[in-house]
């Protein structure tokens, strides 16, 4: 029986890094650049970058904005400089892992969209990203693409994700996620009545690119420097993006922006759903 849950474990996450969130991804044409300084005499590679120490980072905790509460999407509305790091896919042991000792160094916090056989294969895990106080959300069960299914099997898809990391987690689930960002009207609006706000994307880090860390920090800030705040979207199952992630937040830090933490606020009015 273990071996077959680590064998499925294997499995499910090999499927998972290989699954881009947009069916057909362009091509990434970013610039490699980088924040690590060289020693004198020495030219810097990417793989410089990518080794660096988090430990370098310790102390920095500028970053941390206002807690958002929010009822329904309508409520998710940001400031110029303010976003929301978001991760989908996970929890994975040695990654996810790796992102919540980081977001704990900046003193900031994520929304971690989780799929629920993950949160099942990795219970612990998922019970610290909520013990850090991070928001916790549904990817659905299996990463379905729901626009594909038939809308009763999709809420099948949607209900058994949802309770499956609440079970994990200890916690109430109250943001979702589309797999793909597949989505349809009639199914934002069933999941906006089972208590949950449906996370959009602003800034598609595309850190499940076979490319470099430094490559996915520059295409990140280069899409928010021209829409000045949003939702970004990585995936804490990817190596790149743990490696990534010191060097992000310090180059946010440093432009001036603040992670927002978000918090669900029950609501006893009708949900009314944002236009799409």
């Not at 500028?62 to 509460?69: I, P």
């Not at 160094?105 to 929304?111: E, I």
């Not at 809308?151 to 209900?159: G, H, P, S």
């Not at 850190?207 to 990585?234: E, H, S």
């Amino acid at each position: 029986m273990h071996r077959f849950l680590a064998l499925s474990a294997i499995a499910l996450t090999v499927a998972l890094a290989g699954c881009a969130t947009t069916k057909q991804p362009e091509p990434d044409k970013t610039i490699k650049t980088s924040s690590v300084i060289a020693p004198e005499g020495k030219k810097l590679t990417a793989k410089d970058e990518e080794d660096a120490d988090v430990s370098r980072y310790e102390g920095w905790h500028h970053l941390a904005g206002r807690t958002l509460e929010v009822a329904s999407l309508a409520d998710l509305k940001l400031h110029d400089k303010e976003v929301v790091l978001s991760f989908d896919d996970g929890p994975i042991p040695g990654r996810t892992d790796k992102v919540l000792a980081i977001l704990d160094k900046f003193g900031v916090k994520g929304a971690f969209m989780m799929v629920g056989q993950m949160a099942e294969l990795h219970p612990e895990l998922a019970r610290k990203v909520a013990e850090d106080g991070n928001a916790i959300g549904s990817h659905t069960y299996r990463h379905a693409d729901l626009a594909a299914l038939g809308f009763d099997a999709a809420m099948k898809e949607v209900a058994k994700g949802q309770l499956a990391v609440t079970k994990a987690t200890g916690e109430d689930v109250n943001f979702f996620r589309f797999p793909y960002l597949a989505d349809n009207h009639k199914l934002r609006a069933a999941i906006a009545t089972r208590d949950m706000v449906v996370m959009d994307v602003d800034i598609d880090s595309k850190d499940y690119f076979n490319t470099t860390p430094v490559a996915v920090t520059q295409r990140t800030m280069n899409l928010l420097r021209k829409r000045g705040r949003g939702i970004i979207l990585m995936h804490d199952i990817h190596k790149r993006t743990a490696t990534m992630l010191p060097t992000l937040l310090s180059k946010l830090e440093a432009e001036g922006y603040k992670v927002v933490t978000l918090k669900f606020r029950k609501s006893s009015a009708p949900v009314e759903m944002a236009a799409l």
